[in-house]
């Protein structure tokens, strides 16, 4: 029951055939009763920890939220190490560092992203952008679109590396491929103004559109203004 009620999407322990719940859906009037039953049994696994976890957050019960992703984290769960770094990143920076870390080392696309974000915006140290581009890389080869969208606007952007937009369209496509909306509309505009690439409004307008129809109201706008423009 708790499996049901509190999984996570991005947890691959949870049971094969859960889709897991957004933690937004989490109806924490009922799941945390049927978390807190599985908990109490006795030795429960690192899973069940952390779903619990998840409830009390929901819950709006920071500390024992807190207190319960530490317990996962310890036992080795890499959501878990994830979820309480970003809970501390304001207050302890160095150890959610190690926690992003600890997870990425595990083989968690989560932790790697993650990890990535840390190094480029010097979280708990330096900013180091060859190690953010590394974890990125190795997020971005677990299939995740976030890691493939950071890293072409780093190459967009060209502050932390040299600007490359050969492979700032490339990465835009891999995210969008994988669904990301900020890497539509930033492709779009690459597009538009033929930055790097052969101007092609048409394909502009396409991108914008897929965007809108996400509910992304920059788009909602470029797309109604390159139609306009037509």
């Not at 937009?165 to 900020?182: P, S």
């Amino acid at each position: 029951m708790c499996d049901r009620l509190a999984s996570s999407p991005l947890d691959t322990s949870r049971p094969a055939g859960l889709a897991g719940v957004e933690q937004a859906q989490i109806d924490a009037a009922v799941a945390i009763p049927a978390c807190t039953e599985a908990y109490e049994r006795g030795a429960p696994s690192p899973r069940i920890v952390f779903q619990l976890a998840r409830v009390f957050r929901k819950a709006g019960d920071v500390a024992k939220a807190k207190a319960l992703y530490l317990e996962a984290s310890k036992a080795g769960h890499a959501v878990a190490m994830v979820n309480l770094a970003a809970m501390i990143e304001d207050s302890e920076p160095e150890q959610a560092l190690d926690w992003y870390r600890k997870s990425a080392e595990l083989g968690s696309a989560l932790g790697q992203y993650n990890l990535g974000v840390a190094y480029q915006n010097g979280m708990g140290g330096p900013v180091d952008a060859d190690k953010a581009i590394e974890f990125y890389r190795k997020a971005l080869d677990q299939g995740d679109s976030f890691a493939a969208y950071n890293l072409a606007v780093l190459y967009d952007e060209g502050t932390l590396v040299d600007r490359d937009m050969v492979q700032a369209i490339k990465l835009y496509e891999v995210a969008v491929k994988g669904g990301n909306v900020d890497a539509m509309v930033n492709l779009a505009i690459t597009l538009e103004k033929g930055d790097g690439v052969t101007a092609d409004k048409a394909a502009a307008l396409a991108l914008f559109e897929q965007a809108a129809a996400l509910g992304d109201l920059e788009a909602v706008e470029q797309a109604a203004r390159l139609r306009k423009a037509d």
